[in-house]
């Protein structure tokens, strides 16, 4: 019987006694194709067609692309293209460093590709039929390769704090604050989103009122209301039942044109209220 080759890496398998005075040449092909699904690098040029990696079962072990470790995809897309594996398991690591408005997936022939982000790089799998881009913890749970801002090591991002977005309150953290735009004079805060707010002197054109917040707080949490009084006619200010302030009495705006007024609650889960803390008042514009 003559040779036969491995399913996965095609690593040529010799009977005893065969290929007398070659078995070395095929032994140093087999340990280059070992090297390269350990720890090969292969450049693969993309531009508008699907490339498919190369194979081949003897000979230049270290040449073939399907074996190696680690995918280098570049070039100027024109297309959309995909990278096409062989339909055996195997684990690649693709970096996609091609550049244009378009995608590239890593999929077996009759598989669904997995869309690599540009300028990423994705550590995936093949089972032989399609490509996967999350591989089992060892211990427990899953890692997963964030393919979009909205999923992030395979958690929703909604789970995070991020800057660019108002972030609903699981712990203390803080957000860019929110510039006001007042209805009827009034304004309502959202406990789920609302940090710190901002009240510019164009909109106290008559009295405020900052009405009790929605949403679910959390213990501990804490608003931030900076409020610009009018540039010529002082305005006050009523606060809903939800605020209360030392002595239970409510603290209105400084009765002085032009001035900064800054109130800073803290919410208390006990008393179902928010502790308005911290007053400084009289803060001038200029």
Not at 70 to 92: E, F, Q
Not at 152 to 180: C, H, M, S
């Amino acid at each position: 019987m003559a040779s036969t080759f491995t399913d996965l890496l095609r690593l040529e398998r010799m009977l005893q006694g065969e290929k007398n005075n070659t078995w070395g040449d095929i032994t140093s092909d087999n340990l280059d194709k070992l090297e390269e699904a350990i720890a090969g690098r292969k450049p693969i040029a993309l531009a508008s067609s699907d490339v498919t990696l190369t194979t081949n079962n003897g000979g230049a072990g270290g040449s073939e692309q399907a074996a190696a470790m680690i995918l280098d995809c570049s070039g100027v897309l024109t297309a959309n293209v995909n990278v096409i594996a062989p339909n055996v398991s195997k684990v690649y690591i693709i970096k996609n460093g091609t550049s244009g408005a378009f995608t590239v997936g890593i999929k077996t022939a009759a598989g669904t590709a997995l869309d690599i982000p540009q300028g990423e790089t994705m550590l995936a799998w093949c089972d032989g039929t399609d490509v996967f881009a999350t591989i089992s913890a060892i211990s427990s749970g899953t890692i997963a390769q964030a393919t979009n801002a909205l999923n992030l090591g395979g958690f929703a991002a909604a789970l995070y704090a991020r800057l660019a977005i108002k972030n609903t309150w699981t712990n203390p953290q803080i957000v860019e604050g929110t510039d006001v735009s007042l209805t009827a004079g009034a304004y309502t805060p959202n406990a789920d989103t609302d940090t710190t707010l901002y009240i510019a002197q164009s909109e106290v054109d008559q009295n405020i009122t900052i009405n009790n917040p929605t949403g679910t707080p959390v213990k501990g949490q804490i608003m931030t209301i900076q409020i610009e009084q009018h540039d010529t006619v002082v305005r006050s200010i009523t606060w809903g039942t939800k605020f209360i302030f030392t002595d239970d009495v409510n603290v209105d705006l400084t009765q002085t044109v032009d001035a900064v007024d800054v109130f800073t609650a803290q919410y208390n889960a006990n008393l179902d209220r928010w502790v308005v803390a911290g007053v400084s008042q009289n803060f001038p514009r200029s």
